[in-house]
């Protein structure tokens, strides 16, 4: 028996099994996948090691870390991104000033620095939500600088500042009538990097980081064996049956899968209009992933060279160079590719993962990086009003990207989570 089990060996799985396990918990996590980190994981591709999702690391708060153990470095390029438009890059310089002398040759230095103290200001607003839940509609109102978060879209903050060419750099198009929150989510102060551990850099370095530290923790982490079915008995958890028919009991569940898997195709007796809530939710923008591994280190063409450190926002969608690997997201192929990458005749090899993959290997059906959609509606309720991490079923619990923030890397969800669990199981984190 286990005090608590997690299911998914994700970044937010992980840490929460690592918050849970430090705090004296008998910790167990279940993956069917065969790779930790989740969609921030990674596997083998022509030698080499390459991201399965996530590429970069950004609002992910430092205190996560900290507060977990983990001794992870972002390392933030200079310039962070560089956006094509019409031919020419924009550079996104990570010093004020130099941003704004870059924005002057557009005729928008001024806007750039008004748009960028709009921008810190909202992400100060939001992350002081982060560790408390989803902020109530009451809080909102009594709260001047968060009003903008959701009571303006992103399309409303982004035309105040810049002309349209220039918003794809901060947000998906998809994305614009969201909430101005996601501005904020999506662009932090900090910068987006790649996580560096012991002298490694890239997405594989997080997961590796925390794979390490669960298993130091003590948690019993299991890779390849997913969980087939959650057992609630009396209106309670009593532990999940294994792909393999083994029941693991537990005082306690914490699903960081989507909550549409979880609470759809995991457990019964979920409420009609939780169910109708969670079916009526559609599928989000398509998004695939090109990995190309060259024999030979990436070569980028013309004005493009000096930045292969830098997250390149070209045409199909965002590219990133780390040594012979070249990761594309959006809508890429190998032909749109050739226009930035001189060598990448030179392949070796390469894959590409679809939304039906992801869906698939993930069972995250619908907005499946996010698990649910980043609409006003579905972050202030995410994904049910009043629940918080907290599931009706007594023991039951979701930590994942479906909860309060969002998806994307942040290890917020996961140890919200976490801090629930121990406070309903009064089992207090012990001073240091």
Not at 119 to 126: E, H, I, M, R, S
Not at 151 to 163: C, E, F, K
Not at 331 to 348: F, H, Q, S
Not at 358 to 373: D, E, I, K, S, W
Request: net charge negative.
């Amino acid at each position: 028996m286990a005090d608590a089990v997690v299911i998914g060996a994700g970044h937010n799985g992980l840490v929460a099994a690592i918050r849970l396990a430090e705090a004296g918990l008998k910790v167990a996590v279940f993956d069917r996948v065969l790779w930790p980190g989740g969609m921030a994981g990674f596997r083998a591709l022509g030698g080499v090691e390459v991201g399965v999702g996530a590429y970069v690391v950004g609002v992910m708060p430092r205190e996560v870390l900290a507060r977990i153990g983990v001794d992870l470095a972002i390392d933030v390029p200079d310039p962070a991104a560089v956006y094509e438009l019409d031919g020419r890059y924009v550079r996104w310089w990570l010093d004020p000033a130099r941003r704004v002398e870059e924005f002057r040759q557009w005729g928008l230095g001024d806007e750039i620095a008004a748009f960028w103290e709009k921008l810190v200001a909202l992400n100060k607003a939001a992350r002081r939500y982060f560790f408390d839940g989803p902020p109530t509609e009451e809080r909102l109102a009594e709260d001047p600088d968060a009003r903008d978060l959701f009571g303006r879209t992103a399309r409303d903050v982004l035309s105040q500042y810049l002309p349209r060419e220039f918003w794809p750099m901060f947000l998906y198009e998809h994305l614009w009538d969201g909430p101005a929150y996601l501005l904020a989510y999506f662009n932090p102060p900090e910068g987006w990097g790649r996580p560096v551990w012991r002298g490694e850099r890239g997405i594989q370095a997080l997961a590796k980081a925390l794979h390490r530290r669960a298993l130091g923790a003590g948690v019993d982490v299991v890779l390849g064996v997913g969980v087939k079915r959650i057992a609630v008995e009396g209106g309670g958890v009593r532990g999940v049956e294994l792909d393999t028919g083994k029941v693991v009991e537990a005082r306690a569940v914490i699903s960081t899968a989507s909550p549409i898997h979880t609470l759809l195709e995991l457990v019964d007796g979920v409420a009609d209009e939780v169910r109708r809530r969670l079916e009526g939710v559609s599928a989000a923008a398509s998004t695939y992933r090109l990995n190309a591994v060259l024999t030979e280190p990436v070569k980028l063409r013309g004005g493009l060279a000096p930045y292969r450190d830098s997250i390149l926002q070209l045409p199909f969608g965002e590219v990133v160079v780390e040594g012979n690997v070249v990761s594309a997201v959006g809508a890429p192929d190998l032909e749109m590719l050739e226009t930035y990458v001189e060598n990448v005749g030179r392949i070796k090899a390469f894959e590409v993962w679809t939304p039906a993959d992801y869906q698939t290997v993930f069972n995250a059906r619908g907005p499946y990086v996010n698990h649910l959609p980043l609409t006003r509606d579905f972050l202030l309720c995410r994904p049910v009003c009043g629940w918080g991490y907290r599931t009706p079923i007594r023991g039951l619990y979701l930590g994942g990207a479906g909860t309060w923030p969002g998806g994307q890397i942040t290890g917020v969800p996961g140890i919200n989570a976490a801090e629930t669990v121990l406070k309903d199981l009064s089992r207090p984190w012990p001073s240091s």
